[in-house]
């Protein structure tokens, strides 16, 4: 039988790409024969997925908060999988203005469109929300979190690593001790030491940090500091910053960075705070979280202000940060 010639053609090229790596193609085309066809089981890992639910009590409410927080890991994974394709196009420029070599120009609609793409996440994350709002009873709840200590959703690692992909390290600083660094020019680890979310793992009563904190600090904070020195010229701000004036004024690119910063900073952390209100808020006095974390003041963001693009927003803005979204959406629901 002959051969069509757009076979040949192929057979050549890949004699040819083997060739270049000191291969046989007769080897690989043994290999091709005796390989198995592909399977979607196989290639989504299907049955090792479906193991990974293991609750610590017998309550079934418990299936759905693990399946759940799984899900908003695997939003996170491809947010950050974004973010390392906007790090790994571009210039590479340092803070003072030094140019450290050039890869590929990065473009401004695929530094939008990669922008849309977390934002899609995010969205989809935070529409899907009301599985944990209204998809649980709340009675199971209170019983089975209590299994989960010192666990609190606070150590995610993978959205700490967005918010440190995202913006200058210098805006995680808790906005109290922003000002006395201005000017300074204080090192990752000097930032570290103050970043915002540690007012979110302190004891109620004594203001110490919590067993959770500890934990978290313990396994990811070498991890966090080396990633921000990593991504201190190559954060979505940066490479935003590296722009021409031209590009900078981008509409859609900065529509899509204002989504961003809404998804991550708003949206996002009160929906976690409608959970909270749903199901830790009580007539006469609030329960701690799990981790026994300061919910109530760390999660809204009228209290954090924290704000990855400050410069593209106006003062009124910055002045009205996340309190509309509390009415609407919180205190509104919760009557």
């Known amino acids: 039988m002959e051969l069509k010639k757009e076979i040949v053609d192929r057979v050549n090229q890949l004699e040819e790409k083997y060739s270049q790596m000191g291969q046989s193609l007769e080897g690989y085309l043994d290999g091709l024969l005796l390989s198995n066809y592909l399977t979607y089981w196989d290639y989504i890992q299907v049955d090792t997925l479906l193991t990974l639910q293991n609750p610590k009590t017998d309550f079934p409410d418990e299936k759905i908060f693990i399946m759940y927080h799984q899900i908003t890991e695997l939003y996170f994974k491809l947010s950050l999988h974004e973010m390392e394709q906007i790090a790994n196009n571009g210039p590479n420029i340092l803070p003072n203005g030094q140019n450290l070599g050039w890869k590929e120009i990065i473009d401004v609609n695929f530094f939008a469109e990669r922008v849309t793409r977390i934002n899609r996440y995010f969205e989809s994350l935070t529409k899907s929300f009301e599985i944990m709002v209204d998809g649980m009873e709340k009675e199971q709840f209170l019983r089975y979190r209590m299994a989960l ?15 440190i992909c995202a913006t200058d390290f210098f805006n995680l600083v808790d ?25 979110g793992a302190t004891e109620l009563a004594t203001g110490k940090k919590t067993l959770t904190l500890n934990q978290f600090e313990k396994k990811y904070g070498t991890e966090f500091i080396a990633l921000a020195k990593e991504y201190q010229c190559t954060n979505i701000w940066a490479k935003y910053k590296s722009l021409s004036a031209h590009d900078q004024a981008n509409p859609k690119l900065i529509n899509a960075l204002k989504e961003l ?28 979280a799990t981790g026994g974390t300061n919910w109530q003041k760390y999660l809204p963001p009228r209290f954090q202000k924290r704000i990855f693009y400050p410069e593209i927003w106006s003062e009124q803005e910055h002045e009205d940060w996340g ?7 919180v205190f509104r629901a919760a009557k």
């Open 261 to 288: 910063d809404v998804n991550v900073n708003i949206n996002w952390p009160l929906m976690h705070y409608k959970s909270a209100v749903r199901y830790l808020q009580q007539n006469t006095e609030d329960i701690a």
């Open 149 to 163: 200590l010192p666990a609190s959703g606070f150590q995610s690692a993978q959205y700490r690593k967005i918010e």
């Open 323 to 329: 309190k509309g979204w509390v009415e609407t959406n």
């Open 175 to 199: 906005k109290d001790v922003r000002p006395s660094l201005v000017g300074k020019n204080p090192s990752i680890e000097e930032m570290f030491q103050n970043i915002y979310w540690n007012k």
